[in-house]
């Protein structure tokens, strides 16, 4: 687990970031108004462009970084 706490002037973001190599079934999309599509997807292959919290999460994951804060 990943945690991130991302603040600029117009927002703040709490991201936690959950990882597994072990897991069932498919994601389904459970706010149609919020989000398009959920997938699954090896760390070697990642969807590009992705939402910079979740690309930060990746990134601290692979730094061995469990919580930072960013101003």
Do not use: C
């Given at each position: 687990?990943?945690?991130?706490?991302?603040?600029?002037?117009?927002?703040?973001?709490?991201?936690?970031?959950?990882?597994?190599?072990?897991?069932?079934?498919?994601?389904?999309v459970?706010?149609?108004?919020?989000?398009?599509?959920?997938?699954?997807?090896?760390?070697?292959?990642?969807?590009?462009?992705?939402y910079?919290?979740?690309?930060?999460?990746?990134?601290?994951?692979?730094?061995?970084?469990?919580?930072?804060?960013n101003?």
């Amino acid at each position: 687990m990943r945690v991130n706490n991302d603040k600029n002037e117009h927002a703040h973001f709490i991201t936690i970031g959950l990882f597994s190599d072990k897991f069932d079934g498919e994601p389904q999309v459970m706010e149609p108004d919020e989000i398009v599509e959920w997938e699954w997807s090896s760390l070697n292959n990642l969807p590009s462009p992705m939402y910079f919290p979740s690309a930060k999460i990746i990134e601290n994951y692979r730094k061995q970084l469990f919580y930072t804060i960013n101003n």
